[in-house]
């Protein structure tokens, strides 16, 4: 896997970062898990409004960034995915 | 019993503006701040400050043990609760008064029936003021629901008990939906407010959102101080609010207010409430709820009476007669404010917090922004996107709205995204300069407008 086939996914905004839809519930994604277009990689809190944050290509997740309920910044890079 | 020292259990806006007020009236002012808020306005402005905790308002502004705990360690009298947080928590209220301080606020039993939205309806229903028609009987399974709607009419409206703020309120347009609604309002009511109970009403056609503000003292005398209209909504939050209302005959008028002093006497209600009505098209009203707590669009009310809302809350608290007659009670000119918040409305109102690099407030004559912004002030992620109220008072209605559009053309909150361009677009609408709009406005300019608008907004 070459360096620049991988697709940087950058926090539109900035909020806390969610890796699953609820505290006792499954993560969205994990790491080689195959991910569609649009599909749902976390939510994002931010001024208590949740946006989910959904992948921008049909591919796979190589790396999650960020830890659970961190606080993140707009365009900090939350995923490595690759086609 | 005067008060010499009040703890403010709030951020922001709200409790900058609730300071102003005690300290003039001599009032020391305790207020407490998150870890997010160390640098926030309220905390500048109050005479002393205490941490209460880590950033999330759970762990913070929600603590009401720790909130009551500190507040009779510092002896304070009385703790302002403001509006959110803890303003509505019937146990908080309790525990104050069991800490032998005041809430300065409505009582326990007041928030109880307030809290429980189809008890509330059921209560104004006996006293002879009309409901939206409906069902007072709590639902809790889809065949009750079923057999309670057959005799109504579709669309109909499914509503938590326990709910609020649009949350687990679900549209149910024809009894094949009905199933499916139900089971998703349940969950949701579950989910968000712990009780799956829901009930029923009508869906009003187009309604106005009408309110109106009453103050109740100890002896049970209880005023009105006329209405709002708050009928420019997104997804049930409010965004400009007016008063006097526009558009309503007398007789409309005098009826929603004598209503809200019937409520206001049956529920044996204590301190600044409001009763909110839905108007329709037809002019009837229905009682929709009781919101006993001071409200973010109370500045209107006080900009048309010359009326210091949160003086009066803390002489009702301090046990004092309200030294007003309802006949005294008299509007003058027209208020009108625009909730300034931290939404992009290019980006369906995506919300945008961080650092204010560039800050004007605006001026003049007649113009009011209760704020806690300033220049460098970090506007964090963790709570509400509201920054302030633009207020504006005229002699009459079209100078309120000129005055308005001036001070929102002024206003630099950079590099802040925020509602001020949609807030210029509702107030240039030839259905709200006429004062003739409902609670369907925003939505339709918003799917109305073009790319070309947006980009404006965006400009």
Redesign the interface.
């Known amino acids: 896997m070459s360096q620049n086939s991988l697709i940087e996914m950058k926090s539109p905004l900035s909020g806390v970062f969610y890796r699953s839809p609820g505290p006792e519930q499954p993560p969205f994604v994990e790491v080689g898990n195959a991910v569609k277009r649009g599909q749902t990689l976390c939510l994002l809190e931010t001024m208590k409004v949740f946006t989910r944050i959904k992948s921008p290509v049909d591919g796979e997740v190589v790396e999650i960034l960020c830890a659970n309920e961190a606080t993140v910044e707009k365009n900090q890079i939350l995923f490595h995915l690759k086609r | 019993m005067a008060f010499s020292k009040v703890l403010v259990a709030n951020r922001g806006e709200i409790a900058v503006r609730i300071i102003r007020s005690l300290k003039e009236c001599g009032v020391r002012t305790t207020a407490i701040y998150s870890e997010a808020d160390k640098d926030c306005l309220h905390v500048r402005l109050a005479d002393e400050a205490y941490p209460i905790g880590p950033p999330p308002a759970l762990k913070s502004y929600l603590q009401a043990g720790a909130i009551v705990e500190l507040a009779a360690r510092i002896q304070a009298q009385a703790v302002h609760p403001g509006y959110g947080f803890l303003a509505e928590n019937a146990q908080f209220a309790a525990l104050c008064q069991e800490a032998g301080l005041c809430f300065i606020g409505p009582t326990p039993d007041n928030l109880r029936l307030a809290g429980d939205k189809r008890r509330a309806r059921q209560v104004v229903e006996e006293a002879g003021v009309p409901v939206i028609p409906g069902s007072h009987r709590p639902l809790l399974s889809v065949a009750e629901a079923q057999e309670v709607c057959r005799s109504m009419s579709y669309p109909l409206l499914l509503k938590a008990s326990a709910g609020g703020g649009g949350r687990g309120m679900r549209a149910v347009a024809g009894p094949g939906d009905l199933a499916d609604e139900f089971v998703t309002a349940a969950a949701e009511a579950r989910a968000v407010f712990g009780d799956p109970t829901l009930y029923v009403e009508q869906r009003i056609n187009r309604p106005k959102h009408i309110e109106v503000q009453i103050l109740a003292d100890s002896q049970g005398r209880v005023v009105h101080l006329m209405e709002r209209n708050c009928s420019v909504q997104r997804r049930h939050q409010k965004l400009i609010e007016e008063a006097p209302a526009p558009g309503l005959t007398q007789a409309l008028r005098e009826s929603l207010h004598r209503a809200a002093v019937t409520i206001a006497k049956t529920v044996g209600y204590h301190n600044a409430g409001t009763i909110e009505f839905l108007v329709d098209q037809e002019q009837r009203f229905y009682f929709m709820e009781i919101n006993a707590r001071i409200q973010v669009e109370h500045p209107v009310t006080e900009m048309i009476l010359g009326l210091d809302l949160i003086k009066a809350q803390l002489a009702i608290a301090e046990g004092r007669e309200l030294g007003l007659r309802q006949e005294e009670i008299r509007a003058r000119g027209h208020a009108i404010e625009c909730r300034i918040n931290?939404?992009d409305p290019a980006l369906d109102f995506?919300?945008?917090?961080?650092r204010v690099e560039q800050y004007h407030a605006p001026g003049g004559f007649g113009v009011r922004f209760d704020t806690h912004l300033y220049q460098g002030y970090e506007v964090p992620?963790?709570?509400?996107?509201m920054l302030g109220k633009l207020i504006t008072w005229g002699a009459s209605r079209p100078e309120a709205l000129a005055r308005m559009q001036r001070c929102l053309d002024e206003l630099v909150v950079e590099p802040i995204k925020t509602t001020t361009p949609f807030h210029l677009q509702v107030i240039r609408r030839p259905e709200f300069i006429q004062g003739d709009y409902r609670l369907d406005l925003a939505e339709q300019l918003l799917q109305e407008m073009d790319s070309g608008s947006l980009e404006a907004m965006q400009a």
């Open positions: 931290a939404e995506l919300p945008d917090p961080g992620i963790f709570y509400d996107p």
